[in-house]
Nanobody, 115 residues
Framework: QVQLVESGGGLVQPGGSLRLSCAAS????????MRWYRQAPGKERELVAS????????NYADSVKGRFSISRDNAKNTVYLQMNSLKPDDTAVYFC????????WGQGTQVTVSS
């Protein structure tokens, strides 16, 4: 059974940083690309960042480029999202997702950027 468990969210002031983690299980993690999404209140879920199976290629939404960094540790079956220079517009629930299992979602982790 494919499972994704996100963690690391919280309340942070503008300009601050957070590191999100997503622990995956139930599939061969190292074979699949992974993505981070976010969903703000009243808005559709949007793709934030993606990383290939071996971690050699990453892509980012324009809104987070230069501030966020996606990485993975295939030995730990975990994907990370390092978020720097956070803005109030980054407030959302953040989810990870495996490209091969597009309909499997975790519970997400809440990120709130506010002074």
């Amino acid at each position: 059974q494919v499972q994704l468990v996100e963690s690391g969210g919280g309340l942070v002031q503008p300009g601050g940083s957070l590191r999100l983690s997503c622990a995956a299980s139930g599939f061969i993690f190292s074979r699949y690309a992974m993505r981070w999404y976010r969903q703000a209140p009243g808005k559709e879920r949007e793709l934030v960042a993606s990383i290939t199976a071996a971690g050699g290629t990453t892509n980012y939404a324009d809104s987070v480029k230069g501030r966020f960094s996606i990485s993975r540790d295939n030995a730990k079956n975990t994907v990370y999202l390092q978020m720097n220079s956070l803005k109030p517009d980054d407030t959302a629930v953040y989810f990870c997702n495996a490209l091969a299992f597009p309909f499997v979602w975790g519970q997400g982790t809440q990120v709130t950027v506010s002074s």
